[in-house]
């Protein structure tokens, strides 16, 4: 259900939509091939070796991993994109991150582009193995963002990664685009290949060097036998086995997301300020049950709120991000009380949080060296939090 706070942040959103600016529409991509790697120290980990990192209220999937102590490779990929044509482009990506010996390297991306001219020089198709729109929080990365670990919104909505077969239909204009997704509907926080559908209204005039950025989304997916995965047989962790408590429930549903942001900055000739406010809510109505029979009807709302202010100065940048969520669950059926607790669905009221501050130094060409101080609250209060030092990478290969 909307919140007071959501129906504000959607109120500046449709304000933002009547200013006036000057601003060319997004065309097909150029050729060109970019690199970017990002490698991090952090002192701690997020949970001890050996076990599973939940949050209490709600079960996790996809790539939400937790990160862990020492060197890792966070975030490494290599982006193609050839331009056939005038108005057609393929484009690929290929990336890959570490948690401790091992390193998995996915086809993370494949799709292609056309810009159907014919019928309108604003229409873009795109069919393939895509990233959604609805959100950045939806299709995280260390080397993109200003921080080295994920969003906990990213984590608790999308799997840290929506990556999903399908097809999208964009129409663009200099002041806001307005584009429709269909999904085969395997990625998180889907499952099963049931399929699913998103769409999204975006604003983003410009004007003497301020801007405002903001959306509206939704995204509804079919759930068929969905569990707690991530610790199965395609991630290692330094030789240890990880099982999680909730891998052994399932969830099959219909899932209804929801959710606004808002970017608004200023930017002058050496340095610019941001602020970024996100609301989004989801909910699942549907059946938990286990291999051994047990069950119970399910109705939950989760809702996030991400807030970020960031300040560069010459080849600085200091960004502090603060996230909460709000998880609630109601059980229908009168189910044993051991069956909720293995769900991991309970959680006593408890609201999880993030709270990260970031320092960003552009020391070279192409290299940055970032620092963080990270608070994470998602599965205990009062953690102490934990630091992490790494370098940032990112050039353009060929163009």
Do not use: C
Not at 30 to 37: D, F, S, Y
């Amino acid at each position: 259900m909307l919140t007071i706070r959501s129906i504000l942040i959607i109120t500046s959103l449709l304000i933002s939509s009547s200013i006036d600016a000057h601003e060319s529409a997004e065309t097909l991509p150029t050729t060109q091939v970019t690199a970017k790697v990002a490698i991090s120290y952090r002192n701690e980990s997020l949970v001890e070796p050996g076990e599973a990192w939940l949050i209490p209220g709600m079960n996790l999937g996809g790539e939400a991993l937790p990160v862990e102590k020492g060197f890792s490779l966070d975030d490494a990929q290599i982006l193609a994109d050839y331009r056939v044509e005038d108005n057609y482009a393929i484009s690929a990506k290929f990336s890959a991150h570490g948690h401790h010996e091992s390193i998995e390297l996915e086809l993370e991306n494949l799709w292609f582009t056309w810009l159907v001219e014919p019928v309108s020089e604003n229409l873009l198709i795109e069919v393939g193995i895509l990233r959604t729109e609805i959100t950045d929080t939806a299709y995280y990365h260390a080397s993109e963002s200003e921080f080295s670990e994920a969003p906990l919104l990213s984590d608790a909505f999308f799997g840290r990664h929506f990556n999903d077969t399908g097809i999208k239909a964009k129409w663009q204009k200099p002041l806001f685009s307005i584009g429709a997704e269909v999904w085969s509907g395997s990625s998180w926080p889907a499952s099963g290949d049931e399929g699913g559908l998103s769409g999204f209204i975006k604003f983003h005039p410009n004007w003497q060097g301020f801007h405002i950025d903001s959306s509206f989304w939704a995204m509804a997916m079919n759930v068929e036998n969905r569990n707690d995965d991530r610790y199965g047989s395609d991630h290692s962790h330094g030789g240890l086995t990880v099982t999680s408590p909730a891998a052994n429930i399932f969830f099959t549903g219909d899932t209804l997301g929801l959710g606004t942001n808002i970017d608004v900055g200023y930017q002058a000739e050496t340095w610019q300020i941001y602020a970024q406010a996100e609301w989004i809510q989801f909910e699942h109505d549907g059946d938990l049950f286990d291999s051994s029979g047990q069950n119970s009807a399910l109705d939950s709302t989760y809702e996030g709120l991400r807030y970020l202010l960031g300040l560069e100065w010459h080849n600085h940048l200091i960004a502090v991000q603060t996230e909460t969520l709000t998880l609630e669950n109601v059980f229908f059926d009168s189910v044993n009380v051991l069956f909720l607790e293995q769900s991991g669905l309970l959680n006593n009221g408890f609201d999880p949080a993030k709270h990260s501050v970031s320092w960003q130094w552009s020391f070279a060409e192409d290299f940055k060296l970032r620092t963080e101080w990270i608070i994470d609250e998602s599965y205990i209060e009062d953690n102490t939090g934990h630091f992490s030092i790494g370098l940032v990478w990112s050039r353009g290969l060929f163009n």
